[in-house]
């Protein structure tokens, strides 16, 4: 079965709080070197920028090289990439992947 409306609802909001646009609506942005577009690009647009600002970003790119490495490892990619498996269970996993690695609150996010 689906998930419930208001569980999608809440979960959308607190990942929509952990933004930089949304947490600091007056901060500028800091901009990338290349211009991306769509959802994947205010993502990596809000990361870099919070990365930048906290003087991270080599921290961040290596715990992102890092994810690529695990999402070739079959079980993980069947995790978190598999459109039949709710959504609870893939923020759960990859919870456990973040502590597991002890990746930055940044890239964690």
């Known amino acids: 079965m689906g998930e419930?409306?208001?569980?999608?609802?809440?979960?959308?909001?607190l990942v929509r709080s952990?933004?930089?646009?949304?947490?600091?609506?007056?901060?500028?942005?800091?901009r990338?070197?290349?211009q991306v577009y769509g959802i994947e690009g205010r993502?990596?647009?809000?990361?870099?920028?919070?990365?930048?600002?906290e003087k991270k970003l080599d921290q961040v790119e290596k715990e992102l090289l890092?994810?690529?490495?695990?999402?070739k490892d079959p079980k993980v990619s069947l995790a978190v990439l598999n459109p039949y498996i709710k959504?609870?269970?893939?923020?759960?996993?990859?919870?456990?992947?973040?502590?597991?690695?002890k990746f930055s609150p940044l890239t964690a996010n």
Do not use: H, M, W
Request: charge should be positive.
């Open 4 to 13: 419930s409306t208001g569980e999608s609802t809440c979960l959308s909001l």
């Open 18 to 30: 952990f933004s930089t646009s949304v947490v600091r609506p007056f901060a500028k942005l800091v």
């Open 32 to 34: 990338p070197p290349v």
């Open 43 to 53: 993502y990596a647009t809000a990361l870099y920028s919070a990365a930048s600002k």
């Open 66 to 71: 890092r994810v690529g490495q695990l999402l």
């Open 87 to 101: 959504r609870t269970v893939k923020v759960k996993s990859l919870n456990d992947i973040t502590k597991r690695e």
